[in-house]
């Protein structure tokens, strides 16, 4: 089975601090993903990358940045939390092709920021 | 637009009883349907997944159908248990090489004993 482990389940940071969120998947997926979810909005994505050292801006990118060094690893990245990034962020990974069966995600991070 | 629209919101119900999810979606062009079972607090988890060729699919007392003509489908959970009560996402994707995909809101499932 595909694991995508995310290194924290739960977190609270202080205003202003930089904040990492690690990803690692142990299947040789290409594509890794970043959402966050909230109440009423569903998962929306923050950030996608499709290879080593690329990445693309998802729907929300405002606030944040992402650096995949690995390829079995995505980090996303608050460089200064604010309240309102407070909220439960899931990583994802899938293998490349269209109509892919792989897609997993981790269980998540929920993250509050005071 | 692409979008995914479940319905309903929510629902309760009782123990042993069997209940349908609806999903419509404007998603073109269509590569596959999936369905994730989300319990509080974690992370999401694929129950089916659906091409364009296939209009049912079973994992347990799950069954998940499609109509590509209609744009819909639907969960269908059948002798329900507390274990049940969980938000059931509906997701579809584009046909596209990156993966990316299209969620519903969910509809947050409560079974009663």
């Known amino acids: 089975d595909v694991k995508v482990t995310q290194s924290s389940r739960y977190l609270v940071k202080r205003t202003g601090e930089k904040v990492f969120l690690e990803c690692v998947q142990d299947?040789?997926?290409?594509?890794m993903f970043w959402y966050r979810q909230d109440p009423g909005l569903g998962l929306r994505l923050i950030y996608f990358?499709?290879?080593?050292?690329?990445?693309e801006k998802g729907d929300i990118p405002e606030g944040y940045s992402v650096s995949r060094e690995k390829k079995e690893r995505f980090s996303l990245i608050l460089e200064s939390a604010s309240t309102n990034q407070t909220s439960m962020y899931l990583c994802?990974?899938?293998?490349?092709?269209?109509?892919?069966?792989?897609?997993?995600f981790g269980s998540g991070t929920r993250l509050t920021v005071v | 637009k692409n979008q995914v629209e479940q319905s309903p919101q929510s629902l309760i119900i009782l123990e042993g009883k069997n209940c349908t999810l609806q999903?419509?979606?404007?998603?073109?062009?269509?590569?596959?349907l999936r369905w994730y079972k989300q319990d509080t607090g974690r992370g999401p988890v694929s129950l089916t997944i659906m091409t364009f060729s296939e209009n049912t699919k079973s994992n347990g007392r799950y069954t998940a159908t499609l109509d590509a003509d209609t744009k819909q489908s639907s969960l269908h959970i059948t002798a329900s248990q507390l274990s049940d009560s969980a938000s059931y996402i509906c997701?579809?994707?584009?046909?596209?090489?990156?993966?990316?995909?299209?969620f519903g809101q969910g509809t947050t499932l409560q079974v009663k004993p």
């Open positions: 997701v579809v994707s584009a046909r596209s090489n990156t993966g990316k995909l299209i």
């Open positions: 999903c419509n979606y404007t998603v073109s062009p269509f590569s596959n």
């Open positions: 990358s499709y290879d080593v050292k690329m990445k």
């Open positions: 994802a990974s899938a293998d490349p092709y269209p109509g892919s069966y792989g897609y997993t």
């Open positions: 299947m040789d997926h290409e594509n």
